[in-house]
C-alpha cells in the first residue's frame, strides 16, 4: 500500500510517496499555485499523482505551534483535509509537523544547497519528513 505525504503551504504543496511496503518516504514534486485559494489545479495534480501511485492513504501536515495550540494556517489545513476527503475518497491523516520545516532546512545546510536551489527543493523534504515519520510511527 502505498502512502501520500503533503506538505501544505499558502503557494506550495510538497509531496512525497511512500514506497510500496510502506518502509520508506521518496520526494516527487512541489505543486505550486499563484494564489493561496486557488486549489483546483492542486487537487486535480494531488489527483493524478494518487493514480500513478496507486495511493491508498493520504498523511498531511498539520502545523500546530510550539505549544500545541492551533492557528490559522491549522484551520486552513483542516478545510484542505475535508476537500481533499471528498474529492479523492481517501482517508487524510492529520501528521504534527512541528520542526519539519527546521529539519528540510539543516539537512539543506548539510547537502549544501543556497539560495533559490534551497527554497526550489524545502517544501519536497518537507513532505518527505512528514511522511517518513509517520510510516515509522505505524512499525511501532
Known sequence: MRIMGLD????????????ALGLTAQGKEIIRRERPNQ??????????LIG????????LGLP???DGSE????EFTREFKEMLERRTGLDVI??????????ADRYMDEAGRKGEK??????????????Q???DSQRK
Open 39 to 48: 486549489l483546483r489545479r492542486t487537487c486535480a495534480r494531488i489527483e493524478e
Open 8 to 19: 501544505y503551504g499558502s503557494k506550495t504543496v510538497g509531496v512525497a510517496i511512500s514506497d
Open 94 to 103: 492529520l501528521w504534527d509537523e512541528r520542526l519539519t520545516t527546521v529539519a
Open 64 to 66: 500546530l505551534r510550539m
Open 52 to 59: 500513478e501511485y496507486e495511493v491508498e492513504q493520504i498523511v
Open 133 to 135: 515519520g509517520y510510516l
Open 71 to 74: 492557528g490559522e494556517r491549522a
Open 118 to 131: 534551497r527554497k526550489a527543493v524545502v517544501d519536497e523534504i518537507a513532505a518527505v519528513l512528514i511522511l
